[in-house]
């Protein structure tokens, strides 16, 4: 994948339920289950999704609170090439309305959204609202297990 810029979802297992401090945000409860994140890169995409797989890190983003903690784990990546930082904000309000909870001001900053981070109760109902969404908006998109992603 010769990409440099687009939205990308992270799909991240949480094995356990678990109580995390994610930076200003404070203690924040997380369910067992599984999360959608969105994210954007508008350069250096690859090198952002691979730093998201890392699990040793300086925390920077509130993603990066979770993602190195044991009990998270991001199992699948969902890829919009070449999309503008805009379509970020589209996926978030999507998902916000399909997902079965959110997690309120994760990862929105530098957007309108409530949130970029959504739970939901399994990883099927997760896939198929991120296959649906961009079906039903028209995107192209690459879909690339975690553990392949070096691969790409």
């Excluded at 339920?17 to 924040?28: D, E, Q």
């Excluded at 350069?43 to 925390?59: A, G, V």
């Amino acid at each position: 994948m010769n990409v440099n810029s687009g939205i990308y979802i992270l799909l991240i297992d949480a094995v356990n339920s678990k109580k995390i401090r994610v930076g200003k945000l404070g203690s924040i409860y997380f369910k067992k289950g599984v999360y959608l994140y969105v994210g954007s890169a508008q350069r250096n995409l690859k090198k952002r999704i691979r730093r998201h797989l890392l699990k040793e890190k300086r925390k920077f983003w509130h993603i990066d609170y979770i993602l190195t903690n044991e009990s998270f784990k991001v199992t699948e990546i969902f890829i919009a090439p070449n999309y503008k930082k805009n379509y970020e904000e589209i996926f978030a309000s999507y998902l916000e309305k399909h997902a079965a909870e959110i997690i309120p001001k994760f990862g929105s900053s530098d957007t309108k959204n409530k949130t970029h981070l959504f739970y939901f109760i399994d990883k099927e109902s997760a896939k198929d609202t991120v296959e649906s969404m961009f079906k039903n908006l028209n995107v192209k998109f690459v879909f690339v297990p975690a553990e392949s992603f070096n691969d790409v």
